[in-house]
């Protein structure tokens, strides 16, 4: 009999390789049943990703979100119900660990920054090619800043406008930029350099103010732009 028992175990030992592969957890979130299917399939035909589940409106994406902590949530900015702005709040609010990035037909600059403002990772067009969509999801959970290339260019345009004039920054300001720049949450920045996380967000306000941005992928593309830092940025 212990023999029989054993041997489903030993059949489950050729998997065992896969524990190191990272597999990323994605939530996919969009009002169109097909945009969602051809999605989830593209996804997890790439390798690397599985998708863990799949909204068809703003609220549900929240619920699902808050129940399955993904590492990524691929969310349209149009959803009924709540808007990808509000759902980005709430689920960056309830699951601080999700990066949420927006896959959508609207890549206007209006959308692009309040989406990042409203704490997205990261915004890509439902133009862009299969493989860099899932590039950017894996960029995304690794905690990179994604774009696709036509709007990585228009954010950086607009951040480095409103940084003309900004003040320079002090070394340990530059220190918690380059711990941002490399996706790290206060918290992590905070035992890094041993400070609190408190001091880290202090730390980015005044950040923010210089460089005259609002959120942490501006300052990035700004001090990227600048030399201050050089974080390795998925831009597909």
Do not use: C, W
């Not at 918690?176 to 490399?182: K, M």
């Not at 035992?191 to 996380?197: C, F």
């Amino acid at each position: 009999m212990s023999p029989r028992k054993r041997n489903p175990r030993r059949a489950a030992g050729p998997r065992a390789p896969v524990t190191d592969e990272v597999v990323v957890r994605v939530l996919l979130a969009d009002d169109h049943a097909l945009v969602r299917e051809g999605t989830a399939e593209l996804l997890e035909r790439g390798g690397g990703v599985r998708v863990i589940g799949q909204a068809a409106d703003g609220p549900e994406a929240v619920r699902l979100a808050e129940q399955l902590q993904p590492d990524v949530l691929l969310l349209d900015v149009a959803m009924p119900g709540l808007d990808g702005l509000e759902v980005t709040r709430r689920v960056r609010a309830a699951s601080p660990r999700t990066a949420v990035v927006a896959l959508s037909a609207h890549d206007e600059e209006p959308y692009v920054l309040a989406m990042l403002e409203a704490g997205a990772s990261g915004y890509l067009s439902k133009s862009s090619r299969g493989h860099e969509v899932v590039q950017a999801v894996r960029s995304a959970a690794a905690g990179e800043t994604v774009f696709s290339a036509e709007i990585a260019s228009t954010v950086t345009r607009r951040a480095l406008n409103r940084a003309t004039d900004s003040t320079p920054l002090t070394s340990r300001e530059l220190d918690v930029l380059r711990a941002a720049a490399r996706g790290l949450p206060n918290k992590h920045i905070a035992l890094e350099l041993g400070m609190s996380s408190r001091t880290v967000q202090t730390h980015l306000t005044r950040i923010f103010a210089k460089l005259g941005v609002a959120s942490r992928t501006e300052a990035v593309l700004v001090a990227m732009r600048q030399g201050l830092v050089r974080p390795d940025l998925h831009a597909p």
